[in-house]
């Protein structure tokens, strides 16, 4: 649905994306992660078809986004990153607005409106000022206004920055619902929402892809060794002695007290097999009690700090 | 083109949602009605004393001493509101980003461009419609006016107008500060406005050139009651020039981001 292709934009001297390259396919959400100045709306005002790339290609649904450009905005749905949004104008009138210059029939316009005000929850709100909004509604004006045409494509540029955590579960909401019938980009600094509502993640840096892939696989990949959580009630000392000598633990550490009043530990083990069931043997064999014992997975933020930080030290 | 008229229909609706037109108009309509009461009060006396010279009263021309007279006030007072209604247009899309947004709607810049020039053009239309009333009641009240010279002044008016407007359009996409887009209509305006004059300076064969560059001279030929190709063609391609650039300057505004 999106190829990219080698994409390099540079504002002046300075290089905002190099030989970016990626592909979505159809009904797919890919999240796009990155720093502060990454490249990451650089990148979707390009594949949105406001900006030109310096060199490289990119398209949309088959489109062109530089030849055919005016096609591909037919076919995508933008939200830029501050919700730009007229303040002086209702909601209905500027989706009215919206509905005209994106070419929808008089004949469809007010229940094509109905649809994306239902959809987004500002039903209520089609008499109100968008200057006088909150930060939360203007946000689903934003989206209603890029659903507005039923486009194959959307681009959403942070949509879920400065709202509460209840409203961020809503238009989550809404994101994941349109996963059925349209290919989603979205751009967010917040990881937990990449694994909740995204199909694959692109991590980029300094202007370049340094991963692709789902969020799973990622995890699994820059995962160096395994880790296991322990809470065993017995003498500290030769809990730790006899965990260390075990074939296949790399490190343990004891972290300090459970609420329950036994010392925790958490065990470094090879990557190559999973140890649970030798640990926990162990453990019983020697007649300490084994209050509780579970895998803990790196989170898709030490993944990207890991990921950020490597390319990082790589350029250096 | 149905596209560029919901950009036309979404800028006029602007203006008079916020009360730049409103203040526009209301302080040009003011101004004007002054000027024209103060003339016609002065035709009055002249008038008077004409009653006692009839050789006199017959070179009394109300359409050209009154009407006139206020149709060329019409042309300077323009130059000093129009910054007004264009700094608007495109400073304020880029101060709050939603420049961003428009470009990214299924329209042709030349639809976004022409849509937003047309509406600040049919606010000024509206606006010397309003001017209108002015001789109107000249006419009403039993005043007997040549009707060629009147629309030939309206008609340069609406052309300076265009050009005007299609200059501070310009200006206005050089910055996203609706002050700084002001101020540099007003130095444009100024300068085409009052070129003409260094023509007495200049002499030699400057003095010619910048007269034909001066808007106040080709519109003061239509206040006169003359409709010339040449100043028609003037404004005519003064203003395709302005949009033109202006067509350039937010494809680069795109380029640049």
Redesign the interface.
């Known amino acids: 649905m999106i190829e990219v292709d080698h994409l390099t934009k540079y504002?002046g001297p300075i290089m905002a994306i190099q030989e970016l390259s990626f592909r979505v396919d159809q009904g797919e959400i890919l999240g796009f992660l990155g720093p502060n100045g990454a490249g990451k709306t650089?990148t979707m005002?390009i594949l949105?078809?406001?900006?030109?790339a310096s060199s490289g290609r990119a398209s949309v649904a088959g489109y062109d986004v530089f030849a055919q450009a005016?096609e591909v905005?037919?076919r995508?749905g933008?939200l830029?990153e501050?919700v730009?949004?007229?303040?002086?104008?209702t909601v209905g009138?500027y989706l009215q607005?919206?509905a005209?210059?994106?070419?929808i029939p008089y004949a469809q316009r007010a229940r094509k409106i109905g649809a994306v005000t239902e959809a987004c929850g500002v039903r209520d709100m089609e008499r109100r000022l968008i200057g006088g909004l909150s930060k939360g509604y203007r946000q689903r004006v934003g989206l209603a206004?890029a659903l507005l045409n039923d486009p194959p494509v959307l681009i959403l540029d942070e949509p879920t920055v400065g709202l509460d955590p209840r409203q961020i579960i809503e238009i989550r909401q809404i994101i994941k619902d349109l996963r059925r019938e349209h290919t989603v980009i979205l751009s967010t600094h917040i990881l937990p929402e990449v694994s909740m509502t995204c199909d694959r993640v692109v991590i980029i840096s300094g202007g370049q892809v340094i991963a692709i892939d789902t969020p799973e696989n990622l995890i699994e990949r820059t995962q160096l060794h395994r880790r296991i959580y322990l809470e065993v009630d017995g003498p500290e000392d030769a809990v730790l002695a006899h965990l260390q000598g075990l074939k296949g633990v790399l490190q343990v550490e004891q972290n300090g007290v459970s609420p329950g009043g036994a010392p925790t530990y958490t065990l470094a083990t090879i990557k190559e097999r999973d140890m649970r069931a030798e640990v926990a043997q162990a453990v019983v064999q020697q007649g300490w009690q084994l209050l509780e014992l579970r895998p803990v997975r790196l989170s898709l933020e030490e993944v990207f700090i890991q990921l950020v930080t490597e390319e990082e030290a790589g350029h250096a | 083109m149905r596209s560029l008229y919901a950009v036309f229909k979404r800028e006029v609706k602007a203006y008079f949602t916020q009360p730049i037109a409103y203040v526009m108009m209301g302080g040009l309509l003011l101004v004007v009605g002054f000027l024209y009461y103060l003339s016609f009060r002065w035709f009055l006396g002249v008038s008077f004393d004409a009653m006692r010279n009839p050789m006199f009263a017959r070179d009394l021309d109300m359409g050209a001493m009154v009407v006139g007279s206020t149709i060329g006030t019409l042309g300077v007072v323009s130059v000093f509101t129009l910054p007004l209604l264009t700094m608007r247009l495109w400073a304020e899309e880029k101060r709050s980003g939603t420049l961003e947004l428009l470009l990214t709607f299924p329209l042709r810049d030349s639809e976004v461009v022409l849509g937003k020039f047309l509406a600040s053009l049919a606010v000024y239309v509206v606006l010397l419609l309003l001017t209108g009333l002015y001789p109107l009641i000249a006419v009403l009240v039993g005043g007997r006016l040549d009707p060629g010279p009147i629309l030939s002044g309206y008609l340069g008016t609406l052309l300076l107008g265009a050009t005007l407007l299609a200059l501070g359009f310009l200006c206005s996409t050089w910055t996203a500060n609706q002050i700084v887009a002001c101020a540099l209509a007003w130095a444009g305006f100024l300068f085409f406005w009052l070129i003409g004059h260094a023509a007495d300076f200049a002499g030699g064969q400057l003095g010619p050139i910048l007269r034909h560059l001066s808007l106040s001279e080709h519109h003061e030929h239509f206040v006169k009651g003359v409709v010339e190709t040449q100043d028609i063609a003037y404004f005519i391609l003064f203003t395709l020039f302005c949009l033109f650039l202006t067509l350039r300057s937010i494809e680069s505004t795109r380029w640049r981001g």
């Open positions: 504002y650089t005002r949105s078809g406001f900006m030109p005016l905005r037919r995508v933008y830029p501050n730009p949004l007229y303040q002086e104008m009138g607005f919206v005209e210059v994106k070419g206004q």
